[in-house]
Each structure stands twice: as structure tokens, then as C-alpha cells.
């Protein structure tokens, strides 16, 4: 919190204490208390302010899946490179691609038979 730890901060509400003396504490205890829940209401109507205009299809979100702190580079490269795009056929094998013939790329090259070459792409 703020960079404060536990020590530093119970000397700083000991100094508060000595400061404000045994007539003004309990004063700004409540106002403290006070400001506390005043905080506290805004934020829950902001929220349920939010619900409202987003509608009900935004309760079923999963936030956690959001959460940019759980965000690992090595771990959405590992799944990208690992997945295997569904929409691709494979052999029967399931070791490689099977050939489809729909791409140029695709196409297999008897052996003796020229290239394809396509003359508008150099």
C-alpha cells in the first residue's frame, strides 16, 4: 500500500494520534467511517449503474479469463504453435497434411513434369 509497511505506518497513526490529541480523534474516526461508506455506495452503484446499461448478457462473462495479470507470452506462443488448425484435413495417418489439390500450393509435381509457374507473380 503506497509503498508503506506495516511499522511505518502504525508509527504514522501514533503521530496522527499525538497530532489530533484524545478531543479531535474520535471525530475523524466518524469521518473516516463515514467517508468509507460513502466510497463504498459509489462504487456499488457504479456498478450496478454498469449492469444496467450492459444488459444481461455481460453477467455470464468469465472476468478472471480476462485478467491481463494471468497474460503469459510463453504460454500463448507455446498454444499457437502447438494447435492444429481444424478446418484443415489431415492424412490418415494423422502425421501429415492430406493434399486437397483446392491451392496451387497444393498440388503435387509429377517427377519429369515442368514446375507451375506463374508468370504475373514475378
Same mark, same amino acid.
Given at each position: 500500500m503506497f509503498g508503506?509497511?506495516?511499522e511505518k #505506518?502504525?508509527?504514522?497513526?501514533?503521530?496522527?494520534?499525538?497530532?489530533?490529541?484524545?478531543?479531535? +480523534?474520535? &471525530?475523524? $474516526?466518524a469521518k473516516f467511517g463515514r467517508l468509507i461508506r460513502e466510497l463504498r455506495r459509489m462504487a456499488?452503484?457504479?456498478?450496478?449503474?454498469?449492469?444496467?446499461?450492459?444488459?444481461p448478457e455481460f453477467d455470464d462473462i468469465d472476468w478472471k479469463? #480476462?485478467?491481463?495479470?494471468?497474460y503469459d507470452p510463453r504460454r500463448i506462443i507455446r498454444?499457437?504453435? +502447438?494447435? &492444429?488448425? $481444424?478446418d484443415l484435413p489431415?492424412?490418415?495417418d494423422g502425421n501429415e497434411r492430406a493434399e486437397t489439390g483446392s491451392s496451387p500450393r497444393q498440388?503435387?509435381?509429377?517427377?519429369?513434369?515442368?514446375?507451375?509457374?506463374?508468370?504475373?507473380?514475378?
Amino acid at each position: 500500500m503506497f509503498g508503506i509497511d506495516a511499522e511505518k #505506518l502504525f508509527v504514522l497513526l501514533i503521530i496522527g494520534a499525538l497530532v489530533l490529541g484524545p478531543d479531535k +480523534l474520535p &471525530e475523524y $474516526a466518524a469521518k473516516f467511517g463515514r467517508l468509507i461508506r460513502e466510497l463504498r455506495r459509489m462504487a456499488s452503484g457504479a456498478q450496478e449503474q454498469l449492469r444496467q446499461e450492459l444488459g444481461p448478457e455481460f453477467d455470464d462473462i468469465d472476468w478472471k479469463r #480476462l485478467d491481463p495479470r494471468q497474460y503469459d507470452p510463453r504460454r500463448i506462443i507455446r498454444e499457437a504453435l +502447438l494447435d &492444429e488448425p $481444424a478446418d484443415l484435413p489431415r492424412s490418415p495417418d494423422g502425421n501429415e497434411r492430406a493434399e486437397t489439390g483446392s491451392s496451387p500450393r497444393q498440388q503435387k509435381v509429377i517427377p519429369g513434369q515442368a514446375a507451375p509457374f506463374d508468370s504475373e507473380a514475378t
